[in-house]
């Protein structure tokens, strides 16, 4: 088991900005790379954001580039997706994931360990 444990989700007015936090518990955590996702009521799981385990490269869904920044500090076994400019429909719950492997990917099925969540709200 990878416990993995989000924070940082909360309220927030539209174009403000937040930062969550996923905390990895466990050895191994500059091998594999991290990835982010949301889901918002009544959809399916969707894919955010990932960074391969070095940190070196990233990559957004269409939704999120420009606005979003997912980062890793492999010293501190945490990964965190800053979030910019929100809209309403980046409401949802987010969750981090560890990748089976060290690229990035985006497919929900790519990723075998994942957090609980944390709850993003944008109000309009």
């Known amino acids: 088991q990878v416990p993995l444990v989000e924070s940082g989700g909360g309220l927030v007015q539209a174009g403000g900005s937040l930062r969550l936090s996923c905390a990895a518990s466990?050895?191994?955590?500059?091998?594999?790379?991290m990835g982010w996702f949301r889901q918002a009521p009544g959809k399916e799981r969707e894919f955010v954001a990932t960074?391969?385990?070095?940190?070196?490269?990233?990559h957004y869904a269409d939704s999120v580039n420009g606005r979003f920044t997912i980062s890793r500090d492999n010293t501190k076994n945490t990964a965190y997706l800053e979030m910019n400019k929100v809209k309403p429909e980046d409401t949802a719950l987010y969750y981090c994931?560890?990748?089976?492997?060290?690229?990035?990917?985006?497919?929900?099925?790519?990723?075998?360990?994942w957090g609980q969540g944390t709850q993003v709200t944008v109000s309009s």
């Open positions: 994931a560890r990748a089976r492997g060290a690229a990035g990917v985006s497919h929900v099925d790519d990723y075998d360990y």
């Open positions: 960074i391969t385990s070095s940190g070196r490269t990233t």
């Open positions: 466990g050895g191994s955590f500059n091998r594999y790379a």
